[in-house]
């Protein structure tokens, strides 16, 4: 259990580095971007004031040229025609700088708005992630204990199995027995807990203990079979799950018959293959 939190922790830890590797790449490309954007939209009004300009020169010019080709030159209309060009102009250069105000109030809300998105997106990661560390934890707890028992009704069944063949067998040995016999031998044993059939005189009144034994080693393995299955199951949903590129866990028997856990790395062909 402590290797597999160990090996938690560091999916975790990983993912939490990619979710930030990924969320700063978004934010700092739309940052980018925006710059990039402002800098354009500075030459491009900058180019419009610069036209705004010329263009009402050339009108003043031209409109000071015809009254001079008139021979008004020297009347009022000068004088009005230079007030209203100026008039002209400082309302066209009011609208050029009121229209990129309003771009650069634009581009500082977007750029907040990519702040946001990088803080919310990194507080919504690492919620998830601590929450799927969070079941990864429960369900490997719960496997551990079901294993647990699992082991713990097969060592009872196996206690129980010797205890009443002791019986039977002492029961036979101070008995009189009239029947046919069997001879033989037979054992079985699992880890520190035996069962232990050997040899002798079995006789016909016997076959319960002999029962028994197979009872026992039926559901042992039983209980055996179920827990492989359920990890088999729970390996091929967790697989399934994972996306391709992302670590998931896997748990095996080792040479022992301990259930361990193993980092693996979900590939495109679907060789996937272990990392630790």
Not at 6 to 35: C, H, M, P
Not at 175 to 199: D, E, H, Q, V
């Amino acid at each position: 259990m402590a290797n597999y939190t160990t090996q938690l922790n560091n999916l975790k830890n990983a993912q939490k580095k990619a979710a930030v590797a990924d969320l700063q790449n978004t934010r700092n490309t739309a940052l980018s971007n925006l710059q990039a954007e402002q800098q354009q939209n500075a030459a491009n009004y900058a180019a419009q004031r610069n036209t705004a300009n010329a263009q009402n020169r050339l009108s003043a010019r031209n409109f000071q040229e015809y009254l001079a080709n008139t021979g008004r030159a020297n009347s009022g209309l000068g004088a009005q025609a230079s007030m209203q060009y100026n008039n002209n102009l400082n309302t066209s250069m009011n609208n050029i700088y009121g229209a990129e105000n309003a771009a650069l109030a634009d581009i500082a809300r977007r750029r907040t708005d990519a702040q946001n998105a990088y803080s919310s997106g990194l507080a919504s990661a690492n919620a998830n992630i601590e929450a799927n560390y969070i079941q990864n934890l429960l369900k490997q707890q719960q496997q551990d204990w079901e294993n647990k028992m699992a082991l713990k009704q097969f060592n009872e069944s196996v206690r129980q199995f010797n205890k009443n063949y002791d019986l039977q067998k002492k029961s036979f040995s101070s008995g009189s027995g009239g029947g046919r016999t069997y001879s033989g031998s037979r054992g079985y044993r699992s880890g520190g807990s035996g069962i232990n059939l050997t040899g002798g005189n079995v006789q016909d009144t016997n076959r319960e203990a002999v029962a028994n034994v197979t009872n026992a080693i039926t559901n042992a393995a039983k209980l055996t079979n179920n827990a492989i299955n359920k990890i088999g199951s729970q390996n091929a949903a967790t697989q399934k799950a994972a996306k391709v590129g992302q670590r998931y866990v896997k748990q095996v028997k080792d040479k022992k018959g301990n259930v361990v856990s193993q980092l693996w790395m979900k590939t495109k062909d679907g060789k996937d293959y272990r990392v630790a």
